[in-house]
């Protein structure tokens, strides 16, 4: 009985309402299911992230999550003293998605909050967007994440070769968002021939399901091109939603590489803004993480990479940002 089973799953959700995960992840299906749900403002978050383990804690809440810079910030805020008054035994779904999953960042929470109680099993990565009503993948409840390490070189031509996790110099872990969902059909799709991709090639993200939108409000062609795409030689006469992000299957779980639009190329090689932050951020603990942005501009017909990063520490002369740049440029090259 479902009714059953969501009273026994009380949520917390911060996750603002006009979000994709916030409204249909935090208010509709917990309206939908009967289950008892605990809103706060995204400020209240961003403010003092303490106030959402705390309410997790009270409410003995078994799903929460967020994006995950969200995981970032508690252990970066929550000080030692809060710590000693949070009870995260009762957590049994904590959910990460919206944006790119760091296995640094799940690794970093599960140490920081295992003394109270958080079990890292816990951990659901998953993948969705609102055009497809917020789900399309998770993973299985409390298994944790699953992580693949990959050649660095063969993922810059748009490949999957496994490796050791010890080949840490030319590997980077992947984590993977879970198993599709139900009635639901994923293709890797090549996005410029709209040929389909083999398992372990990374292409476009195409989404066939009953919870597709049928497009976007007023805007029949964007809605053909995006809503009813269909793959060359496919017989099955079924038409996809394109997402424009990239993944790849693997022993049939996604996993989610980056956005199309947001892709890099450097020298002929294909890189995601968001590696490149977090190599940038790993350096020196003087960049602050979850606080950096890199993209591309055009100098003569050239793309040309640029970052920007905020730092943390006060004092810093001249010569210090000039010392910092050098060495987040050195990191990255």
């Given amino acids: 009985d479902i009714n059953v089973i969501a009273r026994d799953y009380k949520t917390v959700i911060w996750l603002p309402p006009f979000h994709d995960m916030g409204l249909i992840g935090g208010v509709l299906t917990p309206v939908f299911a ?3 749900v605990t809103l706060m403002s995204p400020l209240t978050f961003l ?3 303490f106030v959402w383990l705390k309410a997790i804690t009270d409410e003995k809440a078994r799903v929460s999550g967020g994006p ?17 008054q949070l ?10 998605g919206a944006e790119a999953i760091q296995l640094d960042s799940l690794n970093a929470f599960a140490d920081r909050f295992r003394g109270a109680g958080f079990d890292a099993r816990a951990f659901l990565p998953c993948y969705g967007l609102a055009e497809a009503t917020l789900f399309v993948a998770g993973s299985p409840a409390m298994r944790g994440a699953r992580v693949i390490a990959a050649d660095l070189d063969q993922l810059a031509h748009g490949e999957l070769k496994l490796e050791q996790p010890q080949h840490s110099d030319r590997t980077t872990p992947l984590v993977s968002s879970g198993v599709i969902a139900a009635e639901t059909d994923v293709r890797i799709v090549d996005p410029n021939t709209h040929e389909a991709c083999r398992d372990g090639k990374i292409g476009e ?3 066939n399901s009953p919870a597709v939108a049928q497009g976007y409000w007023n805007k029949p062609s964007f809605s053909e091109s995006v809503f009813r795409a269909r793959i060359k030689n496919d017989e099955s006469g079924k038409t996809f939603m394109r997402t424009g992000d990239m993944g790849f299957m693997s022993d049939n779980e996604l996993y989610v590489t980056g956005r199309i639009k947001e ?3 450097v020298a002929g090689r294909n890189h995601y803004p968001q590696d490149i932050e977090v190599s940038l951020q790993s350096s020196n603990p003087l960049f602050r993480k979850g606080c950096g942005a890199a993209f591309s501009t055009v100098d003569h017909g050239k793309e040309q990479l640029v970052v920007m990063q905020e ?7 001249l010569q210090d940002f000039q010392q910092l740049a050098l060495q987040g440029a050195r990191t990255i090259a």
């Fill in 263 to 265: 892709l890099i190329i």
């Fill in 34 to 36: 009967g289950a008892q």
């Fill in 87 to 96: 009870d995260l035994s009762n957590w049994q779904v904590a959910f990460n």
């Fill in 205 to 207: 993200i195409w989404v």
């Fill in 47 to 49: 403010k003092n992230p």
């Fill in 311 to 317: 730092v943390a520490g006060n004092g810093l002369q």
């Fill in 68 to 84: 995950n810079f969200s995981y970032q910030y508690c252990v970066r805020k929550v000080s030692d003293e809060q710590l000693a």
